[in-house]
């Protein structure tokens, strides 16, 4: 435990009450040792305020007011922030129970990995957790080109990603310019540096809420530069089965105890 990294953790926030509440819980609920905990709320005016004050004794930063959108908020807070592994968490997803431990173990016994994911796990409004059945391993040269998306090999899911600060620089920050699309952008510039290494373990969830901007997907895909119609997701849905079975075995993961 002496060894786990400081994680910083920044969770961009803009009137997200129904929601904000369960999010900042599952994080301090995980009583990692080593946490950077960061709320950038955008100006909510919906009671955000309120539930971010009641936790701000636990709480590295936090700030409500206007930004440049949601990718400025985050640079912001990584700005401020200091831990040597990084991640964000959006204000209606969830991290899963033990999740930072298991993060924490992968960066401090394993120096050569640079960044990793856990397997994709959705929640809907009731917190009803859906797992995937098969475990999901990516290709580096596959996320450089862009084929991680819902029209083709699956999203890499931003819940549940993290990475260490010096491939952050390396890389570069998120592109303020982009709404939709700011971490499929970073995904391929990271993956010029290193592999991706998949835990088999989800690390959180993705919650599906009717106001989420992912709902707007013909948005996302034309911000991602992917012409793929709406109708090829169907066809690529069971070659990206096939591509998952076959796949993993080869796959730079990680197997986590207990």
Known sequence: MDNWPLIALITPSYNQAAYLERTIRS?????YPRLEFIIMDGGSTDGSVE??????SHLAHWTSAKDGGQSDAINQGFA??????????????????GALRHVGEAFAQHPDIHWLTGQPVNTDVHDHLRLFPLKVG?????????????????????????????????????DAARRYTMDY????????????VALDVPLAAFRVQPEQKTAALDRYY??????????????????RTLWTLAYWPFAPHLNVDG
């Open 138 to 174: 990516y290709r580096r040269g596959l996320i450089q080109r862009g084929w991680y998306h819902g029209r083709g090999l699956g999203f890499i899911r931003q819940e549940g990603t993290f990475w260490r600060r010096s491939l952050w620089e390396q890389a570069g920050g998120l």
């Open 27 to 31: 994080v301090l609920e995980q009583n």
């Open 80 to 97: 401020r922030s200091t831990g040597a592994v990084m991640t964000w968490l959006n204000s209606d997803d969830v991290l899963l129970p």
């Open 51 to 56: 539930i971010i004050r009641r936790y701000q």
């Open 185 to 196: 952008d970073l995904w391929r510039r990271f993956a010029r540096y290193a592999d991706l």
């Open 222 to 239: 034309a911000e991602a530069g992917v012409s793929l119609p709406p109708w090829f997701r169907y066809l690529a849905l069971p070659l």
